[in-house]
């Protein structure tokens, strides 16, 4: 199964007001080094692009098997 990038944004005016997000790669990441290898210019490039946010945190993951309930 493919890794992939989780990480949570805040606003910078409201740092309490935090969104997490997930980037699937364009190519394929089997391990979690490839995905860390990768995963610093990912958020580098969102965070040029999303100038309002700051990236708090962030993981390497393989996606849930259940995403939950859609409310």
């Given at each position: 199964?493919l890794?992939?990038?989780?990480?949570?944004?805040?606003?910078?005016?409201?740092?309490?007001?935090?969104?997490?997000?997930?980037?699937?790669?364009?190519?394929?990441?089997?391990?979690?080094?490839?995905?860390?290898k990768?995963?610093?210019?990912?958020?580098?490039?969102?965070?040029?692009?999303?100038?309002?946010w700051?990236?708090?945190?962030?993981?390497?993951?393989k996606?849930?098997?259940?995403?939950?309930a859609?409310?």
């Amino acid at each position: 199964m493919l890794f992939g990038l989780y990480f949570l944004t805040c606003l910078t005016s409201n740092p309490t007001h935090c969104v997490t997000r997930v980037h699937v790669f364009d190519e394929d990441v089997w391990t979690p080094l490839q995905c860390l290898k990768v995963a610093q210019p990912q958020m580098a490039q969102w965070q040029r692009s999303h100038d309002r946010w700051r990236v708090e945190r962030f993981r390497c993951g393989k996606p849930p098997r259940d995403d939950g309930a859609r409310i």
